[in-house]
């Protein structure tokens, strides 16, 4: 098998894994590889294993790593479900409220600058009437530039007011996924618990791993535990 | 004649090669297989437990335009691995005694 087949099954094996999971085996074996000098159509050697097993270890782990992770889901504390139904009567109102203020204070806004948009233009015609005079005209074009204003700031306000509204909750709904994702990802990187089982299972089914008779008597420069390690 | 690799001794192993410094899977691989009968198919569960277990921290470099994941150790790694080396010492003197004739 070449290893483009090799990432391709394993990625296909993977598919129920947890996406992390799938992504941390994916870039070790890339990884590998590379280091190895694989180029995507060469063969990768047996002692590489199959993707079917490399991803069954994966899996037989994982429902295990699963557990602590589900547990702070469904340790929901008491009071917050109380809490929860007791606001509900309360909360919805109060949303609905706050939105339904918001739209008005948006209406109301563009209609006053619709208003003093109509003022202008209203001057615009009056200022052209006949026996109009020189003075009037001059005020007239004052009044139109500064109905123009107010009706320009109004909308500059509205569309300030609609925009950090949407900021707020797209704020909001990336903070939930980060919070979200970070604990997952804490969740698998702070499990406490140490199973040598799933890996002694893999080993005990594989023959071709053992190390030979001469390594009772080790080398003193690997394995010197004292001169190391204390 | 080969004696099977078990997890344990297996985590003793990459916890004694990662003390001596941070290292990277191929180099693992290198290191594990030119010294004992080992393959490359089963370095990555160990390093997943490892981390998993804390003992075993990684941490990203750059390399030649690529990506790779050095592993290092954390507090309760070197406390495992000294754990593991009394282990791996009691197991030894036992067998030495044994074969040794001592007992």
Partial sequence: MNRQQFMKDLKRYLKKAHPQDVQDALEFYEELFDDAGLRPDDTVPESYGTPKQIALEILAEKTLNDDPKDNPKRMVPLWAIFVAIFAFPIGIPLIIA??????????ASVAVAIGFFAVAASLVYVMFMPGVTGAFQV???????FSFAIAALLFKLVAAILRGIWRKISQMILDHKEKKERASRESQEHDPVFRPNAQRRSAASQPSQGF???HSNPDPEYYDPEEKWQ | MAF???????????????????????????TLMSLINVSESSLYPVLRRLKAANYL???DKEIDGRNRRYYSMTTEGERML??????????KDGIDSIVGGTV
């Fill in chain 2, 4 to 30: 099977p690799i078990q997890a344990q001794l297996m985590d003793y192993l990459v916890l004694a090669i990662v003390h001596r410094g941070d290292t990277y899977g191929y180099e693992l691989t290198q």
């Fill in chain 1, 212 to 214: 030979s008779a001469n």
């Fill in chain 1, 139 to 145: 005020m007239a074009i004052g009044a139109i530039l």
């Fill in chain 2, 57 to 59: 921290r990684t941490y």
């Fill in chain 1, 98 to 107: 706050t939105l339904a203020a918001i739209f008005a204070l948006v209406v």
């Fill in chain 2, 82 to 91: 000294v754990k593991l080396s009394g282990d791996w010492q009691e197991f």
